[in-house]
């Protein structure tokens, strides 16, 4: 294969790696909550022999009434530092060597993923400590996104972008799916392997990157890819108009970071950036709260419903890879989206309400929720996000790509924060407010879209005009 080729290949696996690392990371907490507040009448008699207690099992502090709360406040630490962070990421991320960052950030991920699982072998019992620890790591895990979407979109130009990051996107859900896995396997038994083991394997991946991971084609002698320019007369002719460019850059030619105002005032920056707010919100309600409210609607024992979960995870992979091919095929991101979510509203209300009536069903409609929810938002947060970063209005500079993937991903997360902090909050009143609350959010975030969605409507009108020669 000519080197590019192989490059590309690298950087695609490479990035794909990371990111499941990092996904694979944040998935525990929800698996383990079941056990950290469970059904101890259900273990059998107390062998402490303390008739007044109903709570033995359970891990203090979580051991109170108030358990959903607080499960909604260790959720709420990392999003909101997530959240914040993200906004301050882009900015680093432009301005400093993305595979230095990117591994840094993996390393001091697997240290606080671990930390919060030796909390059980060193018998901590702290709320403090286990909210200071899901801080820090919301802040450094906002190192992945930025970084590895800013690489991928280096090496890949526009042409088949939705398909090629949809596939790529699968990270998220497959990152979903082991960490299930992997913290299902210790949750009953000992659940602070839950997340010893994923905090080493992100610092594995953290430590590969750091040798292998190439950020630019320039930095290899390969021709970056054409994010605008369209050359219908041939492969070489492409070439030529990148390849003539071969001598040292003069500092002069360097362009500068963008700042954060200039980023946003690319068009559909904002429009995408609220419309994930409330696609996120609800992805992560999922994330976090789908294995408990298994549990307690299902009545299924803490690993059966974390490997249930992870269906819904399987429906993302189906809908980031449709979104992405549709969007590719059509030109319509934002309609793609406004479908998809405009579908989700009635399917999570159908799940809501049959999909516990058999495994058959729930097995169905996880899937077919998870594509329908998980489908805009993996859209948004590659392809879209990488248009955006190298718009025509930047005139060639691609440097902006990290700050506006920051931008529209930290505009994300705040909604990723609110929305498991609202289920905590909500639940105690019932499921149902729950699902009411997330169908609303999908509205929004269908109703954020209609200006862009009204412009590519336009555009699709004036192309066929033009085809009829009107």
């Given amino acids: 294969l000519p080197s590019s080729h192989s490059y590309r290949g690298l950087t695609l696996v490479l990035t794909f790696l990371s990111y499941t690392s990092y996904h694979l990371s944040r998935k525990p907490i929800s698996i383990v909550k079941s056990q950290l507040h469970p059904n101890c009448s259900a273990l059998g008699p107390n062998p402490h022999n303390d008739s ?34 993200m906004f301050i990421s882009g900015i ?14 993996m390393v001091l991920s697997g240290l606080f993923t671990a930390l919060f699982g030796l909390g059980y072998f060193w018998n901590i019992h ?49 990152g979903n799916i082991l960490g299930s896995l992997i913290a299902g396997a210790w949750v009953s038994s000992a659940w602070g392997l839950s997340f010893v083991v994923p905090g080493i394997i992100i610092t594995a991946v953290g430590i590969i990157c750091f040798f292998f991971l190439v950020e630019y084609p320039e930095d290899v002698d390969c021709s970056p890819p054409l994010h605008h320019v369209s050359c219908a007369d041939s492969q070489r002719a492409c070439l030529s108009s990148v390849d ?88 319509g991101r934002a309609t793609t989206c406004c479908v998809m979510l405009v579908l989700a509203a009635p399917m999570l209300f159908l799940y809501n309400h049959v999909g516990q009536n058999g495994i058959g069903i729930s ?40 700050t506006v993937t920051a931008i529209i991903d930290g505009t994300g997360s705040i909604g990723a924060a609110l929305g498991p902090l609202l289920a905590g909050l909500i639940s105690p009143t019932g499921w149902n407010n729950v699902f009411y609350m997330l169908i609303a959010a999908d509205v929004l975030a269908c109703l954020l879209l209609a200006r862009v969605v009204v412009k590519e409507a336009r555009g699709w009108c004036g192309y066929m005009a033009r085809q009829r020669g009107y």
């Fill in 126 to 174: 702290v709320l403090w400590y286990f909210i200071i620890v899901q801080v820090c790591n919301g802040l450094v895990q906002t190192t992945g996104w930025p970084a590895v979407v800013a690489c991928v979109g280096n090496w890949f130009g526009k042409g088949k972008r939705g398909l090629i990051m949809g596939i790529w996107n699968s990270h998220t859900s497959v």
């Fill in 244 to 331: 003539h460019s071969n001598s040292p850059k003069e500092p002069a030619e360097e362009p500068e970071a963008i700042s954060f105002f200039g980023a946003l005032r690319i068009p559909g920056v904002v429009e995408f950036s609220l419309c994930l707010l409330f696609a996120k919100l609800v992805s992560y309600t999922f994330l976090y709260w789908l294995p408990l409210y298994i549990v307690n609607v299902a009545h299924f024992g803490a690993k059966e419903a974390g490997d249930l979960s992870t269906l819904f995870d399987v429906g993302g992979i189906l809908g980031g890879i449709f979104a992405g091919l549709i969007s590719d095929y059509t030109g």
């Fill in 52 to 85: 007044n207690s109903t709570t033995w099992c359970c891990w203090a502090p979580f051991d109170g009434d108030n358990y959903k709360e607080l499960f909604g406040a260790l959720d709420n630490a990392f999003l909101v530092a997530y959240a914040i962070g």
């Fill in 363 to 402: 097995i169905v409609m996880l899937i077919i929720c998870g594509a329908l929810v998980n489908g805009p938002y993996a859209l948004i947060t590659t392809a879209v996000s990488a248009d955006l970063g190298t718009h025509e209005s930047l005139k060639g500079n691609a440097k902006a790509l990290s």
């Fill in 92 to 105: 680093f991320g432009e301005r400093l060597p993305l595979r230095y960052y990117l591994s840094g950030g």
